[in-house]
């Protein structure tokens, strides 16, 4: 049995005066975290989340991006820190708000704060590849993508691009018949969100979805909305988005416990000062 808590969508913010910021898209940022998002996202619930995870006998915890609000040294440094508190391994890929601007995205500014630690099965980086492949425990395998980068003012769309396409189907061919995997990304493959917050070139991540029976789960965030859908009928992965932990009037996130044949899916939502357990998803895996 693998036991992983499933976070996502933190955005710890920090008020900039900086004029500065004034020629970025962070200017951007400020005024919606002036107006909106100072409230609505708070950093107390991932506090309390660490805590709950830590009776939770977690094997490790997945997070699937936007850790800060505009890529400021000071936004992933808190996010840092706290995570810290952790006893348990963390894997973690960035999210569009962690490439917020141009200079964040090219001097790869959240990988000086978060890098995985684990068993890498190939000697690929998501940092200079775009993708990295750990060993969990029992036949599980977990496929990280960073289809992050940066965008102007309006746009928060990720890439899929050609090389990461590429090192994604080598992996697939290289790995045991009988791996069960985990693939996360911060972007869902879908593009019910619009044209300003898709992933370009979904359809090709989709085909290798479609094409590959060993990825179990998919594992995103960017929507802010739990959600538990299984698209094996359609031949494509159970979908997992556990919602933005750290939102005041929606926080959730998802409890997994994955064995050879069974995936139990807990969601968990901030209700009343805490985080109660939800009813469980109970899914069978055929093999």
Same mark, same amino acid.
């Given at each position: 049995m693998v036991r992983?808590?499933?976070?996502?969508?933190?955005?710890l913010?920090?008020?900039?005066?900086?004029p500065? =910021?004034l020629?970025s898209k962070?200017w951007?940022g400020m *005024?919606?975290l002036?107006?909106?998002?100072?409230?609505?996202?708070? #950093?107390?619930?991932?506090?309390i989340?660490?805590?709950?995870f830590s009776?939770m006998n977690l094997?490790?915890?997945? +997070?699937t991006?936007d850790?800060?609000?505009?890529?400021?040294k000071?936004?992933?440094?808190?996010a840092?820190?706290?995570?810290?508190k952790?006893?348990?391994?963390?894997? %973690?890929?960035p999210?569009n708000?962690?490439m917020?601007?141009k200079?964040?995205h090219? %001097?790869?500014?959240?990988y000086e704060?978060?890098?995985?630690?684990g #068993?890498?099965?190939?000697?690929y980086?998501l940092?200079q590849?775009h993708?990295e492949? *750990?060993q969990?425990?029992s036949?599980?395998v977990?496929?990280?993508?960073?289809?992050?980068?940066a965008?102007?003012?309006?746009?928060s769309?990720g890439?899929f691009d050609?090389?990461l396409e590429?090192?994604?189907?080598d992996t697939l061919?290289?790995l045991p #018949?009988?791996?069960q995997?985990i693939?996360a990304n911060?972007?869902p493959f879908?593009? =019910?969100?619009g044209?300003?917050?898709i *992933?370009?070139?979904?359809? +090709?991540l989709?085909?290798?979805l479609h094409?590959?029976s060993r990825i179990?789960?998919?594992?995103h965030?960017?929507i =802010?909305?739990?959600?538990i859908?299984?698209?094996r009928?359609s031949?494509l992965p159970?979908?997992l988005?556990?919602? %933005?932990?750290t939102?005041?009037?929606?926080?959730?996130?998802h409890?997994?416990?994955?064995?050879?044949?069974?995936?139990?899916?807990t969601?968990?939502?901030?209700?009343?000062g805490r985080f109660?357990?939800?009813?469980s998803?109970n899914?069978s895996i055929s093999?």
């Amino acid at each position: 049995m693998v036991r992983i808590a499933h976070i996502s969508d933190l955005h710890l913010s920090t008020l900039s005066l900086n004029p500065m =910021h004034l020629f970025s898209k962070r200017w951007i940022g400020m *005024l919606n975290l002036l107006f909106v998002r100072k409230k609505l996202y708070q #950093k107390k619930l991932l506090d309390i989340a660490i805590d709950e995870f830590s009776s939770m006998n977690l094997d490790a915890v997945i +997070a699937t991006g936007d850790f800060s609000t505009t890529s400021r040294k000071q936004e992933f440094l808190a996010a840092k820190q706290t995570l810290e508190k952790l006893s348990i391994p963390l894997f %973690s890929l960035p999210g569009n708000h962690d490439m917020y601007t141009k200079h964040a995205h090219k %001097s790869g500014l959240f990988y000086e704060y978060f890098t995985n630690q684990g #068993k890498r099965l190939f000697p690929y980086s998501l940092q200079q590849d775009h993708i990295e492949v *750990l060993q969990l425990p029992s036949n599980w395998v977990l496929i990280l993508l960073d289809c992050a980068r940066a965008t102007s003012i309006v746009f928060s769309t990720g890439l899929f691009d050609q090389q990461l396409e590429k090192l994604l189907i080598d992996t697939l061919q290289k790995l045991p #018949k009988d791996a069960q995997i985990i693939l996360a990304n911060h972007f869902p493959f879908t593009k =019910h969100m619009g044209p300003r917050k898709i *992933l370009k070139r979904a359809d +090709a991540l989709r085909e290798i979805l479609h094409n590959e029976s060993r990825i179990i789960l998919y594992l995103h965030g960017h929507i =802010h909305n739990q959600c538990i859908a299984d698209l094996r009928p359609s031949k494509l992965p159970i979908i997992l988005d556990p919602g %933005s932990l750290t939102n005041i009037k929606k926080g959730s996130f998802h409890l997994m416990d994955l064995s050879f044949d069974t995936i139990q899916i807990t969601p968990y939502f901030w209700e009343k000062g805490r985080f109660l357990p939800q009813p469980s998803k109970n899914i069978s895996i055929s093999h």
